[in-house]
Structure formats: structure tokens, C-alpha cells
């Protein structure tokens, strides 16, 4: 297998995992607003919400209005998580609620990187091979990045929301290409999804390698 110029990681589920659940984490902060949710029943409605939404991507919006897009879409599917199972009325306010768990996931305290994210990133790091990041994540990824020590460690970010266009769609990763003057026979593209991470960068050229990692993210 030849050495590509340029590997591509999908962000969460990749290089990097929710601590515990998003459940969990949802069930908590809806705690401290009186509302008493079970994890199992959060975690399999939010699966269900976040596997239902459309793509994030908003290819007709101006680039200030998109932070609030994000904000909006992720709402959505935490409103709905709630709503699946009957809970959402119970919330005096809903907007107070997911203003918190949406800044938290900006920060390290949700996330824990995968035991073998490091020392894979350091062997590519040695043989001079460039690293990027292709994810349909929203704009928290620099701050998570940041928080958790991986910013300076890739040479580029490409997410869907700034494209405006989501894995799979092919477009994400040609934009991803551009920034490292590669063509996709030099790329190789890593991924938890088999679908938008290793049949999407298969379809955009580029070897696709599909990670079989579990988790569920917000």
C-alpha cells in the first residue's frame, strides 16, 4: 500500500468520543431544570432524532448567520429528542437548557480521545505525511480541538457547514483536496461511518478506511 501525501480523519467517533453518553450527558443537564429523563430512553431517542435530520449544511446561507444555523439544527434534534419520549412540556425552559449542553460540548470535558488517536497521528506525523480533518461536525470542532491538544496537529479542517455540503457528498471532500494540493488517488480518508466516511470518500476517489468504532455524539 503506498504512503499517501495526505491522510483524512473524521473528528468525532474518531479521533475522539463522548464520556459515557450523549444520554447521559442530555439527562444530567435536564436534572438541574427538574426534568427526569432515563439515559436508555434519551440515548435511543437522540439516536433516532440525530439519524432522521438532514444534512448540516447550509450552502445558500451567508457565512455570519451559519454559527446560528448550527445552533438551530442541533436544537432541533434535542427538542425532538425530548418530545420522542414525552418530556419536553415538562421543561419551563427548553432554551436555557440546550444553551448549556450546546456550550458544553464545546468544551474537553464532554470528550475522550480514543487510546490509539496519539501514537497513530505521531507515526503519520514521522513519516511527513499531512493530516486533515474532514467531519459533518459543526464550528465547535476548533474549540474542541483546541481544548483537547489536537489543533496544531492538522494542517487543515473541512466540516460541512462551511462547504455546505455533508459527507457523503463528494464535494466535502474535493474542498478538503484543495487545501493540500492533492488529488484523491494521493489521499486516504478514516472514519467511524461506513457510509459517509468510507463509502463517500470511496466514491470522491479517494481510499476510504472505515474505523468500527461505537458511540453516539451531540
Known amino acids: 500500500m503506498s504512503k499517501p501525501k495526505v491522510i483524512f480523519l473524521d473528528a468525532v467517533g474518531t479521533l475522539f468520543g463522548v464520556k459515557g453518553s450523549v444520554g447521559q450527558i442530555y439527562s444530567e443537564f435536564a436534572e438541574r431544570f427538574g426534568v427526569t429523563a432515563t439515559v436508555n430512553d434519551v440515548d435511543r431517542s437522540f439516536y433516532k432524532s440525530f439519524k432522521t435530520a438532514p444534512p448540516m449544511a447550509f450552502p445558500s446561507a451567508p457565512k455570519t448567520d451559519i454559527p446560528h444555523l448550527e445552533y438551530l439544527w442541533w436544537r432541533a434534534v434535542a ?38 488517536t496519539m501514537s497513530s497521528m505521531a507515526r503519520w506525523q514521522r ?14 470542532i476548533y474549540a474542541v480541538l483546541s481544548a483537547l491538544g489536537l489543533a496544531s496537529d492538522f494542517e487543515s479542517v473541512t466540516i460541512s457547514t462551511e462547504v455546505g455540503a455533508a459527507k457523503p457528498n463528494a464535494l466535502i471532500f474535493t474542498t478538503a483536496l484543495q487545501k493540500h494540493r492533492a488529488i484523491a488517488s494521493e489521499a486516504w480518508h478514516i472514519g467511524d461511518s461506513y457510509n459517509e466516511d468510507f463509502r463517500g470518500a470511496q466514491a470522491a476517489g479517494l481510499k476510504g478506511v472505515w474505523l468500527k468504532r461505537q458511540g453516539l455524539y451531540a
Open 127 to 140: 513519516q511527513n505525511i499531512e493530516l486533515g480533518i474532514i467531519s459533518n461536525f459543526d464550528s465547535r
Open 79 to 116: 427538542q425532538q429528542t425530548f418530545d420522542r419520549i414525552e418530556l419536553l412540556s415538562q421543561f419551563t425552559d427548553f432554551e436555557a437548557f440546550f444553551a448549556g449542553v450546546y456550550q458544553y460540548f464545546a468544551t474537553a470535558d464532554p470528550w475522550v480521545l480514543y487510546p490509539d
